[in-house]
């Protein structure tokens, strides 16, 4: 009888004293499974509460010091590391930095089977490389935007914005070119281009200027000076042939520092242009103004080259 009574009495009043040597862990597991089984009374899934302090609301930014950096591009789809020199590359901060180090530069159009059988030319594509020999390295893809209407009736003098993509398959910079003839036809409308790197900023101008037995440029910056000039070969008009040298001077025009040779290619069976930079040139934006200016006479006197003429008009 005092057995029955003592063990019915341990189960309807708790012994506080045995219960001091439970550890609190026990305790902190019923409550987590009486609270979920409340919450599952009511038809809520306790263990899919999510309470505000865990909800992303922004992405991680990238500091540079105190600054914040907004432009993170994409990395580079290629292995980084040179098998020649088994060095690794830096990863550029923008598409311009991939002409870092080039003193020389090679424009060559991919041509299309159905420009060389068509009298209407297509928009065109090319490619930009580091000469190497056969293992010339391509830092960026140009490919044209144009209307049809003026491929069809202005020919290779037509209006352009040509956008070269880089590595990352993000775009570097962007020439555009408006409709203008030569100097056999209007003198106060001559050629111009403008270069353009993203996201919109302005880098320069190149401009043709009034010569009537010489080709002459003017490359200049945003602000309009003068930072380069270009002169070309003695010609009656707008027409020269096919293998012509244009130099590169300084804003004087007495000190040649460059040029812009289209010469036939071997490797390539083609004609390329070669653009040749001085090393001193430690400014990215002013290659891209360089290489702005032989894509405009890649136009204006090369385009229609891959056809059998010996001497071509672009008015």
């Not at 910079?173 to 111009?192: D, H, I, K, M, P």
Request: charged share 20%; proline share 4%; glycine share 6%.
């Amino acid at each position: 009888m005092t057995e029955n009574a003592a063990y019915d009495n341990t189960h309807d009043e708790p012994n506080y004293g045995q219960m001091e040597d439970i550890p609190l862990p026990v305790f902190s597991e019923i409550n987590y499974i009486n609270k979920r089984e409340q919450r599952n009374e009511t038809g809520f899934n306790y263990h899919n509460e999510i309470t505000s302090s865990h909800v992303v609301t922004s992405q991680p930014l990238r500091y540079n010091g105190d600054s914040v950096v907004t432009n993170i591009r994409r990395p580079i789809p290629i292995s980084v590391i040179s098998a020649a020199s088994s060095q690794s590359y830096i990863l550029p901060a923008n598409g311009l930095d991939f002409m870092r180090n080039a003193n020389q530069l090679i424009i060559q159009q991919s041509v299309e089977l159905t420009d060389l059988m068509a009298n209407v030319s297509s928009e065109n594509r090319y490619t930009v490389k580091i000469p190497g020999g056969e293992n010339s390295e391509a830092i960026y893809y140009a490919t044209e935007s144009s209307a049809s209407f003026q491929r069809t009736f202005c020919g290779s003098g037509r209006a352009f914005n040509m956008r070269l993509y880089d590595k990352t398959q993000q775009e570097a910079v962007s020439f555009q070119r408006r409709l203008a003839c030569g100097t056999c036809t209007f003198w106060c409308y001559l050629q111009r281009m403008e270069v353009w790197v993203p996201p919109g900023e302005k880098v320069g101008t190149i401009s043709q200027n009034i010569q009537f037995l010489k080709t002459s440029f003017e490359v200049c910056n945003r602000h309009g000076e003068v930072l380069y000039r270009i002169e070309g070969p003695n010609s009656f008009g707008c027409l020269l042939g096919k293998t012509q040298i244009f130099q590169i001077y300084t804003s004087d025009g007495l000190t040649q520092i460059g040029s812009i040779i289209h010469q036939w290619d071997r490797l390539s069976v083609s004609y390329n242009l070669l653009l040749q930079m001085p090393s001193s040139i430690t400014d990215n934006r002013h290659k891209a103004l360089l290489l702005g200016s032989a894509f405009l006479l890649e136009y204006m006197f090369f385009e229609s080259a891959k056809k059998k003429t010996f001497l071509r008009c672009i008015c």
